[in-house]
């Protein structure tokens, strides 16, 4: 069993079908959100795919300072308010300190916490307690068994629902590895779980003053995704990545979305199969 997540009022995520949690890594302007948060809705709809929308108001976690981070809090929500009203879908944003929280939950549908802040317990219980369901991205620093711990802290303080997100785990140095048996592992806690496409490309540390990434291998994790059940995807699209203010080494063409979900939808729909039935022992 899975414990279904609702998300705003049309969305609903661990009933069996894909769902897909994407928009550009941060916000960069508000015509730039609503043109990629409508041609996103508009391909998700004719797919019948569940959608989220997200955008960061701040990368907190850059690796230059002198890195764009976003519009700020104030600004930034005015601009996802925007986007959930005119396009009428979900929207989701991260947070990165407990004094964010409140205003955040006031504005969204979705709070997100960031893997590095997996663990940060005062952060958690007030995402929790805002009454907004909570997705965590698992630290590349822990291991799936590891998120107990998270979800107690979640479960503790009444979250309204939980989601999990792989987003690739730290491989020696600038590499990450997604493992997919820690996808499965995942699972086993109840709640819906997310695979990050487009973080889990990422080359931590081998860019000069940036992140770089491989987006080649964007289809092939889709996919490996898709075949055991996960029950969404998260990508970062952008309608010109070389020209993205935050890692447009592996933000996917907003183009090429379509495309890739159908290729996606398909292999998901011939595995007929959900990640939290793959435990079962031989």
């Known amino acids: 069993m899975i414990n279904t997540v609702k998300i705003g009022e049309t969305v609903e995520f661990g009933t069996g079908m894909l769902g897909l949690i994407a928009g550009p890594c941060v916000i960069e302007s508000r015509d730039h959100c609503l043109r990629v948060a409508i041609e996103a809705a508009r391909i998700t709809r004719e797919l019948g795919l569940p959608f989220v929308f997200k955008a960061s108001f701040d990368k907190a976690n850059r690796t230059s300072i002198d890195s764009y981070r976003g519009p700020g809090l104030e ?3 005015e601009i ?3 986007v959930r009203d005119t396009v009428r879908v979900p929207v989701a944003t991260d947070v990165h300190a407990v ?3 409140e205003a955040v939950a006031n504005t969204v549908d979705m709070i997100q916490i960031p893997a590095f802040l997996s663990r940060q317990t005062d952060l958690l ?3 929790a307690e805002s009454g907004r369901p909570v997705n965590v991205k698992k630290g590349q620093f822990l291991a799936p068994a590891d998120m107990k711990h998270v979800i107690g802290k979640l479960e503790g303080a009444g979250a309204s629902g939980i989601m999990l997100t792989e987003r690739g785990t730290s491989f020696g140095y600038n590499n990450l590895v997604v493992d997919f048996k820690g996808v499965c592992r995942l ?3 109840g709640h819906p779980v997310v695979l990050d ?3 889990s490309l990422q080359l931590p540390g081998a860019g000069e003053g940036e992140t770089s990434g491989e987006r080649r291998f964007a289809g092939p994790l889709a996919r490996a995704a898709a075949a055991i059940g996960v029950d969404a995807l998260f990508i970062e699209v952008h309608d010109d990545p070389p020209a993205a203010l935050s890692d447009a080494s592996t933000q996917l063409p907003i183009e090429t979305l379509q495309r890739l979900l159908e290729e ?3 292999v998901h729909s011939a595995a007929n199969t959900r ?4 435990g079962v022992e031989s």
């Open 75 to 77: 600004a930034g929500l």
């Open 80 to 82: 996802l308010a925007e």
């Open 99 to 101: 004094g964010q929280v």
């Open 125 to 127: 219980l007030a995402a």
């Open 187 to 189: 699972a086993d806690f």
């Open 197 to 199: 496409v487009t973080h």
């Open 264 to 266: 996606t939808l398909r």
């Open 275 to 278: 990640v939290v039935d793959q």
